[in-house]
């Protein structure tokens, strides 16, 4: 199988939650502030990232943007965000437009300056694993 792990990581969450991920599935974990993977014939790729406001850094969305149907067969989010409210997540609606399908969400806190400081934990970020690790079986 051909899977993929992009992250964007403002605070350093989304790296936490991505290399957790990779470590579990033993593949790597791609920073798109840093590099532009290539993304080809994938069957799922997991999109990490904390969400501010409705979105995700611009280097993801950017990224995302550039995704195409033929390129991967499936997408799995993993965000954190301090009010874990992903109803208008920018992320989602240009997958959707794009048709490529959500193979699953998973969410949990993350912190900013004070709020929620500490998240997301160490429970959280397992759950994480075990959630990109039941999908990418799922798609095996």
Not at 31 to 36: I, P
Not at 111 to 125: A, D, R, T
């Amino acid at each position: 199988m051909n899977a993929s792990i992009v992250y964007s990581s403002m605070t350093g969450h989304s790296r936490k939650l991505a290399q957790a991920i990779a470590e579990r599935l033993d593949i790597p974990a791609y920073n798109v502030k840093l590099e532009t993977p290539e993304i080809k014939n994938t069957d799922i790729v997991f999109i990490v990232s904390g969400i501010y406001g409705g979105t995700a850094s611009s280097e993801l969305m950017n990224f995302i943007k550039h995704l195409e149907p033929d390129q991967v067969r499936a997408a799995a989010l993993i965000m954190s965000s301090v009010s874990q409210d992903y109803s208008k997540c920018e992320i989602k609606n240009i997958l959707a437009k794009k048709n490529i399908p959500i193979a699953g969400e998973f969410s949990c806190f993350g912190s900013f300056l004070v709020v929620k400081l500490g998240h997301p934990k160490k429970n959280e970020i397992k759950k994480a694993a075990d959630f990109a690790e039941q999908i990418y079986i799922k798609y095996n």
